[in-house]
């Protein structure tokens, strides 16, 4: 079947310093492949998406590559910011099974002034 | 009012109440989502409609009872709940469900007593 396996958190980071946040994923088919990401009290929203292998998303800073070798799509930033602590999610979506999209459970980011 | 918004934000019900959640999309979508978050769980999809039917129901008990009767509005109606219930309930919309980015509302966060 379908999942997403992401780092435990939570992560916590002095501000300034490199992000990395694993996420695995498997798939039948060829799955689109996402980040989204909640801060305290709000909803998700879309951080950035790779439709195909090898495609970079990309948005605030923060990247992910999709790898298809590896089945992996590890979120990145080069200097996190104390604004930037939130929960993030991994998720892919199949097209053959409509909009569901597939989560991961989350890792928190905690970035320490 | 844009995007996806959701009343109440808070919700706190008896076992033996009847309530309902509201979402409501300014996006000129054709496709909205219930979602469930859980501590500690990934998000679970719950009912996805389309062009306001639906289109998947993801094994969620009876107690739990959608409605669309717009493509602007879906509702969940709630009854006979139980304390494990208890949960953020988050609401999402697309253009279309199978290949669209979902926006998320902030949810309504539920209390079971």
């Known amino acids: 079947g379908n999942s997403v396996t992401q780092m435990e958190g939570p992560v916590t980071l002095s501000e300034e310093a490199f992000l990395t946040i694993n996420c695995t994923y498997t798939?039948?088919?060829?799955?689109?492949l996402f980040w989204y990401v909640q801060y305290p009290g709000e909803g998700l929203q879309l951080l950035l998406k790779?439709?195909?292998?090898?495609d970079k998303g990309s948005n605030k800073g923060f990247e992910a590559t999709y790898r298809k070798e590896t089945t992996s799509f590890h979120l990145e930033k080069g200097s996190v910011q104390v604004s930037d602590s939130a929960v993030y999610f991994c998720?892919?979506?199949?097209?053959?099974?409509?909009?569901?999209?597939?989560f991961g459970q989350g890792t928190e980011l905690s970035v320490k002034p | 009012e844009t995007g996806v918004t959701q009343t109440p934000r808070h919700l706190v019900m008896g076992m033996t109440n009847k309530k309902s959640l509201k979402c409501e999309q300014h996006?000129?979508?054709?496709?909205m989502y219930w979602y469930k978050q859980s501590a500690k769980k990934p998000l679970e999809l719950m009912f996805v409609?389309?062009?306001?039917?639906?289109?998947e129901n993801n094994s969620v008990p009876s107690r739990f009872s959608p409605e669309c009767p717009n493509s602007s509005h879906l509702f969940l109606h709630l009854h006979t709940l139980q304390p494990e219930d208890s949960a953020l309930y988050l609401c999402?919309?697309?253009?279309?469900?199978?290949?669209?980015?979902?926006?998320f509302g902030p949810g309504t966060r539920l209390t079971v007593l």
């Open positions: 790779a439709t195909k292998a090898d």
């Open positions: 999402a919309s697309s253009q279309e469900a199978s290949i669209a980015t979902q926006y």
């Open positions: 998720a892919l979506r199949v097209g053959d099974q409509g909009g569901k999209l597939i």
């Open positions: 996006l000129g979508h054709n496709a």
């Open positions: 798939a039948t088919g060829y799955p689109s």
């Open positions: 409609y389309s062009l306001e039917e639906r289109v």
